[in-house]
């Protein structure tokens, strides 16, 4: 039978790591059609595991879309959502000594309006 539910799909194709949670990054490697075709309904500890190759199916029914699931930065690209953070956090920090100190020699309307042309062009 090919008409799996989500959960189907889980339970045969993603393998559980020792705390009984689902991996994240890592799926079995079989013949889908050998298996789904035998009816096998429960997976074999013993397949072969590989890096997951079609991406994250996500749950927008219950939670929101974020620039990480739209770009799947996930397993390998984990880093990518970190990175952008701490480059604005290391931007802010000087930024608001920057602006703070514009702000008192030039006013605050042209600080206000430099800083969003600055942000709007990055």
Known sequence: NTSLTADQRK????PMEDDLQYSKCMMYDVDWAKVLSDGVSEANKSWPQV???AGWDYDFENYHRTIVSDFDWVCENAWIPSLSQAIFFIG????TLGFGY???????IPTIVASNTLAMIS
């Open 51 to 53: 890096p997951c190759t």
């Open 92 to 95: 802010a920090i000087p930024g």
């Open 11 to 14: 339970m045969i194709s993603i």
């Open 102 to 108: 514009i702000s008192d020699r030039y006013g605050r």
